[in-house]
């Protein structure tokens, strides 16, 4: 159980992410030794004014970073994406081909697969985002434990999996939503094509193909 391969179709430079490991979130460990050998400091893309950027960052051709955005490598940002105004990338950062980081959104530590997009108001802190993830406007995957000490543990079909990482957010499958406000607590695992309602604070283990709905009461009165 949580083998990538459970999660996401990989193909390309993003196999090499996943290879080797047992728990899909062992990539996480990998990423810091793969962006040693693949985020050469090297602009292809747009890069239009006051962007700044720091250490060692590949940005590939056909991706435009607009004003005001801040990289700190080590960072690989795939084709064709858009980095949008008021953007932090700080730092063990892989963002495949034909992604969105978006306005006021903070990624770090984190993998983003080709097609996932954070696109508004969102923080994404040790998480692995699938192909075509969509997070909603104020997403938030929390990744550190309120007032514990001791790793992230996830909790599925009956067994408590140690994933021994002090941090770790979220992993999300290909082609699954978050709508908006949501909150992904830390170790929050879903499945491919999950629909997460807006509003609704979850974590662990979601299978594929699931909805997750918060239903509040409310109560409509005439004003007197």
Same mark, same amino acid.
């Given at each position: 159980?949580?083998?990538?391969?459970?999660?996401?179709?990989?193909?390309?430079?993003?196999?090499?992410?996943?290879?080797?490991?047992?728990?899909?979130?062992?990539?996480?460990?990998?990423?810091?030794? +793969?962006?040693? &050998?693949?985020?050469?400091? *090297?602009?292809?893309?747009? @890069? $239009? #004014?006051? /962007?700044? =950027?720091?250490?060692?960052? +590949?940005?590939? &051709?056909?991706?435009?970073? *607009?004003?005001?955005?801040? @990289? $700190? #490598?080590? /960072?690989? =940002?795939?084709?064709?994406?858009?980095?949008?105004?008021?953007?932090?990338?700080?730092?063990?950062?892989? @963002?495949?081909?034909?992604?969105?980081?978006?306005?006021?959104?903070?990624?770090?530590?984190?993998?983003?697969?080709?097609?996932?997009?954070?696109?508004?108001?969102?923080?994404?802190?040790?998480?692995?985002?699938?192909?075509?993830?969509?997070?909603?406007?104020?997403?938030?995957?929390?990744?550190?434990?309120?007032?514990?000490?001791?790793?992230?543990?996830?909790?599925?079909?009956?067994?408590?999996?140690?994933?021994?990482?002090?941090?770790?957010?979220?992993?999300?499958?290909?082609?699954?939503?978050?709508?908006?406000?949501?909150?992904?607590?830390?170790?929050?695992?879903?499945?491919?094509?999950?629909?997460?309602?807006?509003?609704?604070?979850?974590?662990?283990?979601?299978?594929?193909?699931?909805?997750?709905?918060?239903?509040?009461?409310?109560?409509?009165?005439?004003?007197?």
């Amino acid at each position: 159980m949580f083998e990538p391969e459970e999660f996401f179709e990989l193909s390309g430079l993003e196999v090499n992410l996943f290879e080797g490991i047992t728990y899909v979130w062992e990539a996480l460990l990998k990423l810091e030794s +793969f962006l040693k &050998e693949y985020a050469k400091p *090297e602009i292809r893309g747009m @890069i $239009k #004014g006051g /962007v700044f =950027i720091e250490g060692a960052v +590949f940005i590939d &051709e056909g991706t435009v970073v *607009e004003p005001f955005v801040y @990289i $700190k #490598g080590p /960072v690989y =940002i795939g084709k064709n994406c858009e980095i949008r105004q008021g953007a932090y990338i700080r730092g063990n950062v892989f @963002i495949g081909d034909n992604c969105v980081v978006g306005h006021t959104t903070e990624v770090k530590n984190s993998i983003l697969l080709s097609g996932a997009k954070a696109p508004h108001f969102n923080y994404v802190g040790d998480s692995i985002l699938g192909h075509n993830v969509n997070l909603g406007a104020g997403t938030k995957i929390s990744n550190l434990k309120i007032g514990l000490t001791g790793s992230v543990k996830v909790k599925a079909n009956g067994e408590i999996y140690d994933t021994g990482l002090r941090k770790l957010g979220a992993i999300i499958g290909d082609d699954s939503e978050t709508g908006c406000n949501s909150v992904l607590n830390p170790g929050t695992i879903l499945g491919k094509k999950v629909l997460v309602y807006p509003n609704v604070s979850i974590r662990g283990y979601v299978p594929s193909n699931s909805i997750v709905k918060f239903k509040p009461v409310l109560e409509v009165t005439d004003i007197k």
